[in-house]
Nanobody
Framework: QVQLVESGGGLVQPGGSLRLSCAAS????????MSWYRQAPGKERDQAPG????????????????NIADSVKGRFTISRDNAKNILYLQMNSLKPEDTAVYYC????????WGQGTQVTVSS
């Protein structure tokens, strides 16, 4: 049974940090490129179907290459531990506009989504 379980979300003040984790099981994690997406509140009403979620960061299966969205570049870092089957997103200098549900996503032919973890940035 495939599972992607995100954790680490919560309420944080502007300028603060959080580290999200995504624990994978039920598939060969090391073969999959992994990504973090986010969906801000109300975005489902503003975007075309299938475009409600914003791609935040992607990492290759080996971890040798990453891509970070311009909106979070310099603040967020994606990493993975293939020995532990865990994906991470380190988020620093958080802003209120980073408030969203964050999802991890696995892709290698087939694709899988996690259930999401809420991040709220507010004073």
């Amino acid at each position: 049974q495939v599972q992607l379980v995100e954790s680490g979300g919560g309420l944080v003040q502007p300028g603060g940090s959080l580290r999200l984790s995504c624990a994978a099981s039920g598939f060969t994690f090391s073969r999959y490129a992994m990504s973090w997406y986010r969906q801000a509140p109300g975005k489902e009403r503003d975007q075309a179907p299938g475009k409600e979620r914003e791609l935040v960061a992607t990492i290759t299966s080996t971890g040798g290459s990453t891509n970070i969205a311009d909106s979070v570049k310099g603040r967020f870092t994606i990493s993975r531990d293939n020995a532990k089957n865990i994906l991470y997103l380190q988020m620093n200098s958080l802003k209120p506009e980073d408030t969203a549900v964050y999802y991890c996503y696995a892709r290698y032919g087939t694709s899988y989504w996690g259930q999401g973890t809420q991040v709220t940035v507010s004073s």
